[in-house]
């Protein structure tokens, strides 16, 4: 066997490659910080939830949204629950017209929705899509991220009876994002 011949690093140049090092290894260090703030979890449910999020909604692009039509509402009642003090339960009839889109927003307490006519297609927290036609029902829990909920038919327009429970005075239903 040959010995292998190892160059001889005068000091300075190594006194330098250990500076470079140790730069590098402290850049490294100020770069995953911040992932020392993230909540711990085993890698196998951590890389679950990241693989299975979608990279990219089903909503339209915020320039088409912004060229459809708007959901209204109306509210139909607002009363206090006397069984549970402090909250109270208000009931919103929402109309979508044609091709009618409602961008992402939040609601401050549970709601539960209920589709009177035509069809809604919704998304809440990055989920699944889904497609409700008259009659179904869903069920947002309080600050629940409702990425959007549309009326994807272009010449029917959709109805449904959304139920708050929230926090006495009837206070804004709507939150922002």
């Given at each position: ?60 692009s915020?320039?088409d949204a ?14 206090p ?5 402090g ?91």
């Amino acid at each position: 066997m040959h010995a292998q011949h190892v160059p001889h690093v005068p000091h300075a140049q190594y006194a330098q490659l250990a500076r470079r090092a140790r730069t590098f290894a402290t850049l490294a260090l100020v770069a995953l910080a911040p992932l020392a703030a993230l909540p711990t979890r085993t890698a196998i449910p951590w890389l679950d939830a990241l693989c299975s999020t979608p990279l990219f909604s089903s909503a339209p692009s915020s320039s088409d949204a912004a060229a459809r039509p708007t959901s209204t509402s109306r509210t139909l009642s607002c009363e206090p629950l006397p069984n549970v003090p402090g909250k109270s339960v208000t009931t919103v009839l929402v109309d979508f017209p044609p091709h009618a889109f409602t961008g992402a927003h939040r609601h401050p307490g549970s709601v539960t929705a209920f589709v009177i006519s035509g069809a809604l297609r919704s998304q809440l927290d990055s989920g699944p899509v889904v497609d409700y036609r008259s009659g179904k029902t869903w069920f947002e829990p309080p600050g629940t991220l409702h990425d959007f909920v549309e009326n994807t038919d272009a010449t029917q327009p959709a109805k449904l009876l959304a139920v708050f429970v929230t926090d006495a005075n009837c206070g804004p239903l709507v939150l922002p994002p």
